[in-house]
């Protein structure tokens, strides 16, 4: 089965660098999810999108935007990179089954990416 | 602020017996859980899910257990295999609307000894 696919894998950027990641949602998930887990850490939301809409936000520094493409795929962009950006950044996407307002996340590998 | 809650960092268990896996909330809001299980430099995999309106939900060798009044979930895998091993994280949301963001527990390494 077609699972979430993030590009790129690895990403080694400078500090004040930009980085764009990718994401391909499984075909006919329409919500795609940014999430960042750091270093021994639990994975953190940054932000959705529904139907090409940000649906909601969360601890995504101003340096960071994201949107949502015609073709479901998402792009999270990143500017001015710091160190503490250094992180796994995963994409997850998902369906809404039925009324019940219950929708399982699948997430793809994620970008590791390093900020020197 | 941890809202979903994953005490033991680590856990060690025996091959063929059960691994137990606990995970707690304080969000009264949450009444979606779901387990994920992560191996190295992979992302998440989807293990199991269950909704408030059930205090059980069972796929195979793992069951989940929901005590919403204790705000308390378990994660039972039996028998356990060497390829259980992995690091376990739970994860809420509220289930009023679809498209929730998942808030995770920080984790618990399963070690399972052959």
């Known amino acids: 089965a077609a699972g979430v696919i993030q590009s790129p894998r690895h990403l080694i950027k400078e500090k004040r660098e930009t980085a764009t990641l990718k994401c391909y949602p499984i075909?006919?998930?329409?919500?795609v999810y940014w999430y960042q887990q750091g270093p021994g850490q639990d994975p953190q939301f940054l932000i959705s999108f529904y139907e090409k809409m940000q649906s909601d936000k969360g601890s995504i520094p101003d340096r960071f935007s994201a949107q949502q493409f015609s073709d479901y795929h998402s792009e999270l962009n990143m500017s001015s990179l710091e160190l503490g950006d250094s992180a796994l950044y995963f994409c997850?996407?998902?369906?809404?089954?039925?009324?019940?307002?219950?929708?399982?996340?699948?997430f793809g590998p994620g970008t590791r990416l390093t900020v020197l | 602020d941890q809202q979903v809650k994953q005490n033991s960092p680590s856990l060690s268990v025996q091959e063929g017996r059960i691994s137990i896996l606990n995970c707690d909330y304080t969000?009264?809001?949450?009444?979606?859980f779901l387990w994920y299980k992560k191996y190295p430099a992979e992302g998440p995999t989807f293990l199991i899910s269950i909704s408030s309106i059930k205090d059980k939900n069972e796929d195979g060798r793992f069951t989940v257990f929901l005590n919403k009044s204790a705000k308390h979930l378990s994660l039972h895998i039996v028998p356990s295999q060497p390829g259980d091993s992995a690091v376990y994280f739970c994860a809420a949301r509220p289930s009023n609307f679809g498209n929730e963001k998942l808030t995770f527990g920080t984790g618990t390494r399963l070690t399972i000894i052959p």
């Open positions: 997850a996407s998902s369906v809404e089954l039925g009324t019940s307002g219950l929708d399982t996340q699948y």
């Open positions: 969000n009264s809001m949450f009444d979606y």
């Open positions: 075909p006919r998930h329409d919500t």
